[in-house]
């Protein structure tokens, strides 16, 4: 089993910018890759980012340039770092973990379906 705990939401001004923080605890050995994904209510789950064990990240296309996915050298943290926030951005966000392989030299897909941890979420607004 893994844990995961997100942080580092908030609200902001538009123009500004967050990292959001996923702490793993439990058998993390057991995973392949993170996500990060966010849901804003009546709207499916948008995948928005993924890292997998050897640090080969997907960044959703129409987030690409705004958002960065990162993990810590344990691998038991990763991170979302988010510029350039518009309110289209508001929505919850959850980190989440799969136990599929990770695939060398292949980008991690960000499908739900995917994955089997899931954190409870950290809200982010975002104020015109």
């Known amino acids: 089993q893994v844990q995961l705990v997100e942080s580092g939401g908030g609200s902001v001004q538009s123009g500004g910018s967050l990292r959001l923080t996923c702490l793993m605890t439990?058998?993390?050995?057991?995973?392949?890759?993170w996500g990060w994904f966010r849901q804003v209510p009546g709207k499916e789950r948008e995948g928005v980012a993924a890292?997998?064990?050897?640090?080969?990240?997907t960044i959703a296309d129409s987030l690409k340039g705004r958002f960065t996915v990162s993990q810590s050298y344990a691998k038991d943290t990763i991170y979302l770092q988010i510029e350039n926030l518009a309110p289209e951005d508001t929505a919850m966000y959850y980190c989440?973990?799969?136990?599929?392989?990770?695939?060398?030299?292949?980008?991690?897909?960000?499908?739900?379906?995917?994955?089997?941890?899931w954190g409870q979420g950290t809200q982010v607004t975002v104020s015109s």
């Open positions: 439990g058998v993390i050995d057991s995973v392949g890759y």
């Open positions: 890292i997998d064990y050897n640090g080969e990240t």
């Open positions: 989440a973990a799969s136990s599929l392989a990770s695939m060398p030299g292949i980008n991690p897909p960000i499908l739900a379906s995917d994955f089997h941890f």
